[in-house]
C-alpha cells in the first residue's frame, strides 16, 4: 500500500484548503483512512478518519465543524477539506490507512501505512 499526500500551501487565517491523499492498492474494502497532523514541538496528532465505505467517521474535537474528510472511492483518493483554519492548524498533516474500524483511540500507532506528509501553514 502506498499513499501520496498532497495540497499544503500557506493561507490566511480563515482560508479554506484541501488536502488530498492518493491510495494505491489492490483493494480498499475494509480500510479505514485517517488524517494526523505534527506541529513544531509536538506530537503527532488524530484529526479524522473514515471507514472507506463511509460508515464511521470520527473526528478530533478540535476541527469538528471546520473539517471534513470527504472521499472518491473510483480514484481511491480521501481528501481533508479544512474551512476556517485559523494559525494552529499549522502542521505537517499525514494521510495513513488501517485495516478494519479501531474502537479504541485512534492513534498513530494503530495505523500501519502513511503518507509522506504535507506542510499547511496559517497565517495569522
Known amino acids: 500500500v502506498q499513499l501520496q499526500a498532497s495540497g499544503g500551501g500557506l493561507v490566511q487565517a480563515g482560508d479554506s484548503l484541501r488536502l488530498s491523499c492518493a491510495i494505491s492498492a489492490s483493494t480498499l474494502s475494509n480500510s479505514v483512512m485517517g488524517w494526523f497532523r505534527q506541529a513544531p514541538g509536538k506530537e503527532r496528532e488524530f484529526i479524522a478518519a473514515t471507514r472507506w465505505n463511509g460508515a464511521r467517521i470520527s473526528y478530533a474535537d478540535s476541527v469538528k465543524g471546520r473539517f471534513t474528510i470527504p472521499r472518491d472511492n473510483a480514484k481511491n483518493t480521501v481528501y481533508l477539506q479544512m474551512n476556517s483554519l485559523k494559525p494552529e492548524d499549522t502542521a505537517v498533516y499525514y494521510c495513513?490507512?488501517?485495516?478494519?474500524?479501531?474502537?479504541?483511540?485512534?492513534?498513530?500507532?494503530?495505523?500501519?501505512?502513511w503518507g509522506q506528509g504535507t506542510l499547511v501553514t496559517v497565517s495569522s
Open positions: 495513513a490507512l488501517r485495516w478494519g474500524w479501531y474502537a479504541g483511540t485512534l492513534t498513530p500507532g494503530v495505523f500501519g501505512s
